[in-house]
């Protein structure tokens, strides 16, 4: 079975930081795309960064760029984000997920990672930003 555990959040003051971390088991961790995402209180989800495993190939939302950073050690199947400036807005569940890479997926997005479809998710963990 693919499993994803996510950790590492917490509570930390606006401005503030924090390295979220997810373990990949089950799956060829070199040959996937790994993607970071949140759900804020009443909100969608949305995207944050995602990476190939395979060649460190980064995709960030545009407002992430700057203060988020993913990057991952293929040694130890682990993903990060680091996470600085935070504000209140960052507030949400965060989840990690997982997908192999295939040859119709990168035809269709390229490395446009975050526009994968991500079939493996982690358990979420939350990140409060006080003001």
């Known amino acids: 079975d693919v499993q994803l555990q996510a950790f590492g959040g917490g509570l930390v003051q606006a401005g503030g930081f924090l390295r979220l971390s997810c373990v990949v088991s089950?799956?060829?961790?070199?040959?996937?795309?790994i993607g970071w995402f949140r759900r804020g209180p009443g909100k969608d989800r949305e995207a944050v960064s995602c990476?190939?495993?395979?060649?460190?190939?980064?995709d960030y939302k545009e407002s992430m760029k700057g203060r988020f950073i993913i990057t991952s050690d293929n040694a130890k199947n682990t993903v990060y984000l680091q996470m600085d400036s935070l504000q209140p807005e960052d507030r949400a569940v965060y989840y990690c997920?997982?997908?192999?890479?295939?040859?119709?997926?990168?035809?269709?997005?390229?490395?446009?990672?975050?526009?994968?479809?991500?079939?493996?998710w982690g358990q979420g963990t939350q990140v409060t930003v006080s003001s």
């Open positions: 997920a997982a997908v192999t890479l295939e040859i119709n997926s990168l035809a269709r997005h390229g490395s446009k990672w975050c526009q994968y479809e991500y079939p493996h």
């Open positions: 089950g799956i060829s961790f070199d040959d996937s795309a």
């Open positions: 990476m190939s495993t395979n060649d460190g190939v980064t």
